[in-house]
C-alpha cells in the first residue's frame, strides 16, 4: 500500500494559482510553513501562507462482532481541550497507511485486528494545509495489553458504536477524523457494506 | 450569536503540558504560526508548533424542498487539487457566525434562507491547529444572484441531497467540513430530526 489513496497528491485540473515566490518561514519535524508571493485566479497579486504536512493522519474505528468500538481520550495541546477520538496516528508519508495504522491501534488500545478495510479520504482543512487523513474500520479483534508513546497521557473506553455515533450527533465528539469516520461507518454498516 | 459554540476555546480540563516558551514565527491576516517549547505529558521536554486560525470556518448545506442541495467546485491551491464542497467561508473570530454564513451562501450561491439550523461544531486538525469550524443547514430558499469575492473562481451545481452523500461514500467529496455536514444532514432527516 504505497500510494492507495486516489484523493492524496495533486491531480490533473488546471491551476488558475500562479506561485511568484515561495519562502520556508519555520519547519519542524511534523510541519513545513511556507509563506508565497502568488497571482491569484482572478489575476491579482496576493499572499498565501501554506502548511505542508510530513505526515499522514491515520483514523482507525475498531469494531467487534458485539458492536462495540474503543474511543481514546486525550488533552489536545492546540485546542486547549480534553478530546474523545477514534484510535489515531501519524504515517510519514510514503510508508504504508495500513501498517501505521496496525501500530497505532496496538499502541494505543492492545488491540490486533485480522481485518481492515479502507473507509475514508479526506482534505482537513484545505484552505491552508495539505494535511490528508485515512481511516479504517478494523475487526475481528484480539485484545492484548496497550502501549501508548511516553509523550500520550490517554484514557481509553469501550463503547458501543450507537453510542460513540450518537456522542457525535450531540456534538460531544469534535475531531474531524473521528466525526467523518463514525458517521461513515454507521452509514457502511446500514447499507450492508460492513458486516459485524 | 456572539459565543454560540460550546466546543469552541478552552475546557476546564487539567492540561498536562507546560509551556515554556512561545515565538510566533510567522503571521498573515488568516493565521499565526508559533513554535513553542513545552513539557510534554510524561514530564519530558519537547516543541509544538502550532497554527491559530483568525477565521472561524463556515460551511453551510443548502436545503430545497424538493431533497436538493448545491455543491461549489474550486480549486484548493494547498491541495494542488479540485474540490466540490458545500459552500464555505471563514468568519473572524467574535463575530456573528450565523450572519457569515447568510453572507458566504449568498454570495457563492445567490441563495437566501430564512430556515437556517446549527447542526455542527468540529475541530479539523487538532494535532496541529486549533482551527474550528461550524456548519449550518439552510432551509426555505430564495434563489437570486450570486457574487463570488473577486479571488475565487468557482463552479456550481445543483444536486441531490442523496447523490451529494454518494459522492461522499465514494472520497470523491474529501473536504472534511463537506463529508462530516452531508452525512450529519442525512442522518438527521433519516431521524426525523431535520424536514425537507
Known amino acids: 500500500m504505497h500510494t492507495p489513496f486516489r ?3 495533486p491531480d490533473h485540473s488546471e491551476n488558475p494559482w500562479q506561485t511568484l515566490r515561495t519562502e520556508t518561514v519555520y519547519e519542524n519535524p511534523w510541519i513545513e510553513v511556507t ?24 483514523g482507525i474505528v475498531p469494531l467487534d462482532a458485539e458492536g462495540y468500538t474503543w474511543l481514546v481520550g486525550q488533552y489536545r495541546y ?5 478530546s474523545w477520538e477514534i484510535p489515531e496516528g501519524g504515517s510519514p508519508i510514503g510508508q504504508s497507511a ?3 495504522a496496525r501500530r497505532e491501534l496496538e499502541e494505543e488500545t492492545g488491540l490486533q485486528a485480522r481485518i481492515w478495510t479502507p473507509i475514508l479520504e479526506m482534505h482537513l482543512s484545505n484552505s491552508v494545509t495539505d494535511e490528508f487523513a485515512a481511516a479504517f474500520v478494523a475487526q475481528d479483534l484480539t485484545q492484548g495489553p496497550s502501549r501508548p508513546e511516553p509523550t500520550e497521557r490517554l484514557q481509553l473506553r469501550r463503547v458501543r458504536l450507537e453510542e460513540a455515533v450518537e456522542m457525535v450527533m450531540r456534538c460531544e465528539i469534535t475531531d474531524s477524523i473521528s466525526v467523518a469516520a463514525l458517521l461513515k461507518t454507521s452509514e457502511l454498516i446500514r447499507r450492508g457494506e460492513l458486516v459485524l
Chains 1, 2 share one sequence.
Open 7 to 9: 484523493t492524496q497528491g
Open 35 to 58: 509563506h508565497r508571493e502568488v497571482i491569484n485566479p482572478s489575476g491579482g497579486p496576493g499572499i498565501y501562507g501554506m502548511v505542508r504536512f510530513k505526515n499522514l493522519a491515520i
Open 78 to 82: 492546540p485546542l486547549q481541550r480534553y
Open 98 to 100: 495500513l501498517d501505521s
